[in-house]
Protein backbone atom coordinates (compact mmCIF):
# COMPACT_ATOMS: atom_id res chain seq x y z
CA UNK A 1 0.00 0.00 0.00
CA UNK A 2 1.29 3.59 -0.67
CA UNK A 3 0.51 5.01 2.43
CA UNK A 4 -1.50 7.87 3.18
CA UNK A 5 -0.97 10.63 0.76
CA UNK A 6 -1.10 14.18 0.92
CA UNK A 7 -0.94 17.03 -1.94
CA UNK A 8 1.03 19.60 -2.03
CA UNK A 9 4.05 19.19 0.39
CA UNK A 10 4.63 22.83 -0.05
CA UNK A 11 2.99 25.40 -0.60
CA UNK A 12 3.54 29.48 -0.30
CA UNK A 13 0.72 31.28 -0.67
CA UNK A 14 0.01 34.78 -0.29
CA UNK A 15 -2.50 35.99 3.34
CA UNK A 16 -5.80 36.45 1.70
CA UNK A 17 -5.34 33.53 -1.15
CA UNK A 18 -8.05 30.40 -0.47
CA UNK A 19 -5.40 26.87 0.31
CA UNK A 20 -6.64 23.46 -0.42
CA UNK A 21 -4.95 20.43 0.86
CA UNK A 22 -5.52 17.21 -0.17
CA UNK A 23 -5.22 13.73 0.94
CA UNK A 24 -6.25 10.23 0.05
CA UNK A 25 -6.02 8.05 3.03
CA UNK A 26 -5.37 4.46 3.20
CA UNK A 27 -7.59 1.79 1.43
CA UNK A 28 -10.30 0.34 4.04
CA UNK A 29 -9.42 2.82 6.56
CA UNK A 30 -12.20 3.86 8.11
CA UNK A 31 -11.36 7.04 10.14
CA UNK A 32 -9.73 9.98 8.91
CA UNK A 33 -7.50 12.81 11.05
CA UNK A 34 -6.72 16.29 9.88
CA UNK A 35 -3.79 17.39 12.33
CA UNK A 36 -1.66 20.79 12.71
CA UNK A 37 1.19 21.04 13.87
CA UNK A 38 3.44 23.93 14.60
CA UNK A 39 6.37 24.62 16.57
CA UNK A 40 4.36 26.62 19.44
CA UNK A 41 1.60 24.33 19.78
CA UNK A 42 2.74 20.87 18.72
CA UNK A 43 0.44 18.32 17.00
CA UNK A 44 -3.36 19.42 17.59
CA UNK A 45 -6.48 17.31 15.82
CA UNK A 46 -8.69 19.44 13.76
CA UNK A 47 -11.19 17.08 12.73
CA UNK A 48 -11.80 13.48 11.79
CA UNK A 49 -14.19 11.93 9.94
CA UNK A 50 -15.31 7.97 10.52
CA UNK A 51 -16.91 6.27 7.34
CA UNK A 52 -16.61 9.60 5.55
CA UNK A 53 -18.83 11.70 8.15
CA UNK A 54 -17.25 14.28 10.04
CA UNK A 55 -17.13 12.99 13.95
CA UNK A 56 -15.66 16.19 16.10
CA UNK A 57 -14.46 19.37 14.35
CA UNK A 58 -14.30 21.44 17.87
CA UNK A 59 -10.45 21.45 16.74
CA UNK A 60 -10.94 23.47 14.09
CA UNK A 61 -9.74 27.10 14.97
CA UNK A 62 -12.30 29.40 13.21
CA UNK A 63 -14.83 29.81 9.99
CA UNK A 64 -11.98 29.98 7.71
CA UNK A 65 -11.40 26.42 8.12
CA UNK A 66 -13.53 23.91 6.36
CA UNK A 67 -13.05 19.81 6.03
CA UNK A 68 -14.69 17.65 3.39
CA UNK A 69 -14.93 14.00 2.90
CA UNK A 70 -16.65 13.29 -0.62
CA UNK A 71 -15.94 9.94 -0.56
CA UNK A 72 -13.85 6.85 1.35
CA UNK A 73 -10.59 7.69 -0.75
CA UNK A 74 -10.42 11.40 -0.72
CA UNK A 75 -10.61 14.29 1.80
CA UNK A 76 -9.93 18.22 1.57
CA UNK A 77 -8.95 20.97 4.16
CA UNK A 78 -9.90 24.39 3.05
CA UNK A 79 -8.56 27.65 4.64
CA UNK A 80 -10.51 30.83 2.98
CA UNK A 81 -8.98 33.33 3.72
CA UNK A 82 -5.78 32.34 4.31
CA UNK A 83 -3.82 34.37 7.23
CA UNK A 84 0.04 34.34 8.06
CA UNK A 85 -0.48 32.38 11.38
CA UNK A 86 -2.19 29.75 9.55
CA UNK A 87 1.76 28.79 8.48
CA UNK A 88 2.12 24.89 9.73
CA UNK A 89 2.65 21.57 8.43
CA UNK A 90 -0.72 19.57 8.44
CA UNK A 91 -1.03 16.47 8.66
CA UNK A 92 -3.70 13.75 7.12
CA UNK A 93 -4.36 10.94 9.00
CA UNK A 94 -6.14 7.43 8.76
CA UNK A 95 -6.54 4.48 11.08
CA UNK A 96 -8.51 1.31 9.99
CA UNK A 97 -11.36 2.06 12.68
CA UNK A 98 -11.11 4.08 16.05
CA UNK A 99 -7.91 4.53 17.40
CA UNK A 100 -9.54 3.74 21.62
CA UNK A 101 -9.85 0.14 20.03
CA UNK A 102 -5.88 0.06 19.69
CA UNK A 103 -5.84 0.48 15.94
CA UNK A 104 -2.44 2.16 15.13
CA UNK A 105 -2.93 5.75 12.91
CA UNK A 106 -1.06 6.02 9.67
CA UNK A 107 0.60 9.96 8.99
CA UNK A 108 1.00 10.97 5.82
CA UNK A 109 3.97 13.25 5.35
CA UNK A 110 2.44 16.49 5.34
CA UNK A 111 1.37 19.41 3.63
CA UNK A 112 4.23 22.53 4.60
CA UNK A 113 1.96 25.91 4.11
CA UNK A 114 3.80 29.13 4.68
CA UNK A 115 1.22 31.99 4.15
CA UNK A 116 2.91 35.26 3.89
CA UNK B 1 -8.44 18.58 28.97
CA UNK B 2 -6.03 15.87 28.83
CA UNK B 3 -1.71 17.47 29.10
CA UNK B 4 0.89 15.52 27.76
CA UNK B 5 4.31 16.38 29.17
CA UNK B 6 7.67 14.83 27.36
CA UNK B 7 10.93 15.11 29.26
CA UNK B 8 13.40 15.96 28.21
CA UNK B 9 12.71 18.10 25.08
CA UNK B 10 16.16 17.16 23.48
CA UNK B 11 18.68 14.63 24.47
CA UNK B 12 22.16 13.94 22.76
CA UNK B 13 23.65 10.41 23.27
CA UNK B 14 26.97 8.21 22.33
CA UNK B 15 26.61 5.62 19.67
CA UNK B 16 25.50 2.72 21.73
CA UNK B 17 24.31 4.16 25.00
CA UNK B 18 20.72 2.70 26.08
CA UNK B 19 18.60 5.47 26.84
CA UNK B 20 14.88 6.21 28.46
CA UNK B 21 12.31 8.72 27.12
CA UNK B 22 9.74 10.09 29.12
CA UNK B 23 6.26 11.14 29.19
CA UNK B 24 3.44 12.23 31.23
CA UNK B 25 -0.20 12.69 31.24
CA UNK B 26 -2.42 13.93 33.87
CA UNK B 27 -5.60 12.03 33.22
CA UNK B 28 -5.75 8.34 34.05
CA UNK B 29 -8.37 7.51 32.31
CA UNK B 30 -6.82 5.97 28.90
CA UNK B 31 -7.27 3.80 26.11
CA UNK B 32 -4.21 3.45 25.14
CA UNK B 33 -0.98 4.92 24.84
CA UNK B 34 1.24 5.07 21.69
CA UNK B 35 4.87 6.04 20.54
CA UNK B 36 5.75 7.36 17.56
CA UNK B 37 8.68 8.38 15.53
CA UNK B 38 9.27 11.68 13.19
CA UNK B 39 12.39 12.23 11.18
CA UNK B 40 12.63 15.83 9.77
CA UNK B 41 10.21 16.51 7.04
CA UNK B 42 8.30 13.33 7.13
CA UNK B 43 5.44 12.41 8.98
CA UNK B 44 4.81 10.45 12.42
CA UNK B 45 5.64 6.63 12.50
CA UNK B 46 3.91 4.56 14.94
CA UNK B 47 6.54 2.68 16.87
CA UNK B 48 4.81 0.97 19.83
CA UNK B 49 0.88 0.61 21.18
CA UNK B 50 -0.08 -0.17 24.36
CA UNK B 51 -3.21 -0.86 25.57
CA UNK B 52 -4.55 0.28 28.92
CA UNK B 53 -4.75 -2.84 30.47
CA UNK B 54 -1.24 -3.80 29.45
CA UNK B 55 2.15 -2.93 31.30
CA UNK B 56 4.65 -2.47 28.28
CA UNK B 57 5.66 -3.71 25.14
CA UNK B 58 8.49 -4.61 23.38
CA UNK B 59 9.78 -4.33 19.61
CA UNK B 60 13.17 -5.39 18.83
CA UNK B 61 15.26 -2.78 20.81
CA UNK B 62 12.36 -0.42 21.67
CA UNK B 63 10.83 -1.57 24.85
CA UNK B 64 7.89 0.66 25.87
CA UNK B 65 5.79 0.76 29.83
CA UNK B 66 3.04 1.88 30.89
CA UNK B 67 2.14 3.12 34.76
CA UNK B 68 -1.81 4.34 34.27
CA UNK B 69 -1.78 5.05 38.02
CA UNK B 70 0.94 7.26 38.16
CA UNK B 71 0.10 9.01 34.61
CA UNK B 72 3.73 7.70 32.99
CA UNK B 73 5.26 5.83 30.34
CA UNK B 74 8.64 5.66 29.41
CA UNK B 75 10.70 4.51 26.05
CA UNK B 76 13.48 2.51 26.45
CA UNK B 77 16.39 2.17 23.54
CA UNK B 78 18.72 -0.21 23.81
CA UNK B 79 22.11 0.20 22.43
CA UNK B 80 21.03 2.86 20.45
CA UNK B 81 22.47 4.17 16.70
CA UNK B 82 22.56 6.73 14.90
CA UNK B 83 20.03 5.99 12.60
CA UNK B 84 17.85 6.37 15.59
CA UNK B 85 17.99 10.06 15.62
CA UNK B 86 15.09 11.56 15.59
CA UNK B 87 11.84 13.23 17.12
CA UNK B 88 9.70 10.69 19.29
CA UNK B 89 6.13 11.76 20.83
CA UNK B 90 4.39 9.83 22.75
CA UNK B 91 0.64 10.33 22.86
CA UNK B 92 -2.39 9.29 25.18
CA UNK B 93 -5.62 8.13 23.36
CA UNK B 94 -8.69 9.24 25.48
CA UNK B 95 -11.14 7.42 23.12
CA UNK B 96 -13.43 8.81 20.26
CA UNK B 97 -10.84 8.83 18.13
CA UNK B 98 -9.03 11.85 20.20
CA UNK B 99 -4.82 11.17 20.30
CA UNK B 100 -3.18 14.02 22.47
CA UNK B 101 0.61 13.94 22.17
CA UNK B 102 3.00 15.40 24.00
CA UNK B 103 5.51 17.91 22.10
CA UNK B 104 8.09 15.49 21.56
CA UNK B 105 11.63 14.63 22.23
CA UNK B 106 14.35 15.37 19.97
CA UNK B 107 16.96 12.94 20.04
CA UNK B 108 20.62 12.67 18.71
CA UNK B 109 23.07 9.54 18.58
CA UNK B 110 26.27 10.66 17.84
CA UNK B 111 28.49 8.28 15.75
Known amino acids: DAGVIQSPRHEVTEMGQEVTLRCKPI?????LFWYRQTMMRGLELLIY????????DSGMPEDRFSAKMPNASFSTLKIQPSEPRDSAVYFC??????????????FGEGSWLTVV | KQEVTQIPAALSVPEGENLVLNCSFT??????LQWFRQDPGKGLTSLLL?????REQTSGRLNASLDKSSGRSTLYIAASQPGDSATYLC??????????FGTGTRLTVIP
Open chain 2, 27 to 32: DSAIYN
Open chain 1, 93 to 106: ASSPQTTGAGNTIY
Open chain 2, 50 to 54: IQSSQ
Open chain 1, 27 to 31: SGHNS
Open chain 2, 91 to 100: AVDGGANNLF
Open chain 1, 49 to 56: FNNNVPID
